[in-house]
């Protein structure tokens, strides 16, 4: 089902502060929706799949070029994970998923609803997200850890 998940930030200090940075349209794209949805994110990771036709439409007898993004955000000891869609001009909540309540998922009623070439189900949008649980480095870029440990203020990527 899934070919990679891969981080799209990297980090920096600059000025005291840890500044993330990122491709600009899944940047502004996870920014707007994480602010839409009131949640925050530090990292941003992209989902491709096996099957180019998973989560697209159909446009002009060829899947479309939607974007698949997840903004992460650790804190405490859970990790909150916003599944979404960047369509170009418009951004789709996929799912919301929390790493402490293993088995549940809060999807969203516009993806519920919307027709999608291909859809994941529910327990592979869930097996998607456990798995990334287990693996930070597809999300997490690689420096970050190292930065963070030096770093004083927190901050978050969206300035929440």
Do not use: C
């Amino acid at each position: 089902m899934i070919r990679e998940i891969h981080p799209l930030l990297s980090y920096e200090i600059k000025d005291g502060n840890l500044i993330a940075s990122g491709p600009m349209s899944p940047f502004t794209a996870a920014q707007e929706i994480t602010k839409e949805l009131g949640i925050k994110f530090d990292h941003l990771a992209r989902v491709w799949y096996e099957d180019s036709r998973m989560l697209q439409i159909n446009d002009g007898g060829s899947p479309s070029g939607y974007d698949h993004l997840i903004a992460v955000y650790p804190h405490s000891n859970v990790i909150q994970f916003a599944y979404f869609i960047d369509m170009g001009t418009e951004y789709m909540p996929i799912a919301l998923y929390f790493d402490d309540n293993e088995d549940e998922l809060t999807i969203s009623p516009y993806y519920l609803n919307f027709k999608f070439i291909l859809k994941p189900t529910e327990e592979e949008l869930i097996d998607m997200f456990k798995s990334m649980v287990e693996h930070e480095e597809y999300y997490m870029s690689y420096n970050y850890k190292e930065l963070k440990k030096g770093h004083v203020k927190e901050s978050h990527v969206n300035g929440k």
